[in-house]
């Protein structure tokens, strides 16, 4: 539904031919602009599939952009290598294990804190950086994730919460020396961003970049004519989608709940943790896409995560909150709950497809 409205429109699904990429959004087939293939590369990296597309070919040789491609993976690995928690000398490493001493970080990691910390109060906490404790627990990117035992989770809720982080110039530290930083929910999205400022400086006019649900496209697929984004019905195992959106220099992030999960004792758990409880979230949504101008893809990566923790209507009334807060992002929202229905703002145009 749109949300201004009544009733409920029920999620229409399409099985897609065509082979589709590992992520929660799904780009419809194009073809290169001036008659020449796009040129593509992908690699697995932040913990998923990612891939980046040139399709501006007209002016520009394959090995250009083949080259463009390869440093612009380089610089991902890069931010992954300055942002993880899990790789030892990272800035986030350092700072979880400086036993709460201030510690000197890179100028992009305070602009990813300093995103997290935004979202953490713009959500009344239910989207918290500072949850480390809880996913090194749950370790749901292990082979064998298992429920930890309630005690400890009871403990590692005493080392959550934002307001344990502080930060002074360039330095950020932590008042409880437990407490463990965990980028996860936005540094995918500021590393989307980053990517896309590289390339449009590069010289690239037409491009997908997709890591992992993150969607940053530059451009327009030829003049007058947007991208076509498909969103992805969730547990579908990547091959139907619910319906697609048009956008052009837009970024699409879509989270949801399906994305990393486990059964255990005939019970399913899913890895968006709720930092009040140390349990998966409690939610009546199964994946939220967000769109903005592109550029913030580091806040709607963050904004999608809180939508799913806080619900439907809750969710809707953050979005909406944030709209008038920040019309330049003109930022727009799909919610697809537990009952396979679609909710969307005004704005957000997803067109349902038929089987």
């Known amino acids: 539904m749109i949300f201004s409205r009544t009733g409920n429109l029920p999620v229409r699904l399409f099985r897609i031919i065509a082979a589709v990429l590992l992520t929660a959004v ?39 952009a083949a080259g463009i491609i390869d440093q612009a993976f380089a610089e991902i690995r890069e931010y992954e290598n300055m942002l993880s928690r899990t790789v030892e000398g990272s800035d986030v490493y350092r700072i979880n294990h400086a036993d709460g001493k201030s510690t000197e970080v890179s100028a992009e990691t305070l ?18 950086i500072t949850v480390g404790a809880l996913t090194d627990l749950w370790k749901f990117t292990s082979d064998n994730p298992s429920v930890p035992e309630d005690q400890e989770i009871r403990k590692a809720l005493e080392t959550v919460g934002y307001e344990n982080i502080t930060m002074k110039g360039n330095e950020v530290g932590l008042s409880d020396s437990e407490t463990r930083i965990d980028l996860g929910g936005v540094a995918k999205g500021y590393i989307a961003d980053k990517t896309g400022e590289y390339m449009e400086a590069q010289g690239v006019t037409k491009a997908i970049i997709n890591l992992g649900g993150n969607i940053t496209a530059i451009g327009e697929k030829e003049e007058d004519t947007p991208w076509t984004i498909g969103i992805e019905r969730p547990y579908s195992d990547r091959s139907e989608i619910v ?3 048009k956008v052009s220099d837009k970024t699409v992030v879509t989270s949801g709940i399906y994305e990393r999960q486990f059964v255990e004792d005939g019970v399913r758990y899913h890895h968006v943790l709720d930092p009040q409880t140390g349990y998966p979230a409690e939610t ?21 995560t809180a939508c799913l923790i806080l619900g439907k209507e809750k969710a809707h009334r953050l979005v909406l909150k944030l709209q008038d807060e ?4 003109e930022i727009e ?15 957000m145009n997803l067109e349902l497809v038929e089987k």
């Open 26 to 64: 799904i780009i419809i087939p194009q073809t290169g602009c001036g008659g020449k293939e796009p040129v593509s590369g992908s690699e697995f990296c932040l913990d998923t599939s990612c891939e980046i597309t040139i399709y501006d070919m007209e002016g520009m040789s394959e090995d250009k």
């Open 111 to 128: 602009d990813v804190i300093h995103t997290g910390l935004l979202m953490a109060e713009l959500s009344g906490g239910k989207f918290d």
């Open 243 to 245: 319906g697609s959106i």
């Open 284 to 304: 009546d949504l199964e994946a939220v896409t967000i769109t903005a101008v592109k550029g913030n893809s580091g806040f709607c990566d963050s904004l999608s």
């Open 326 to 329: 920040y019309p330049q992002m």
């Open 333 to 347: 929202a799909a919610f697809i709950d537990k009952n396979d229905n679609i909710a969307q703002t005004d704005g």
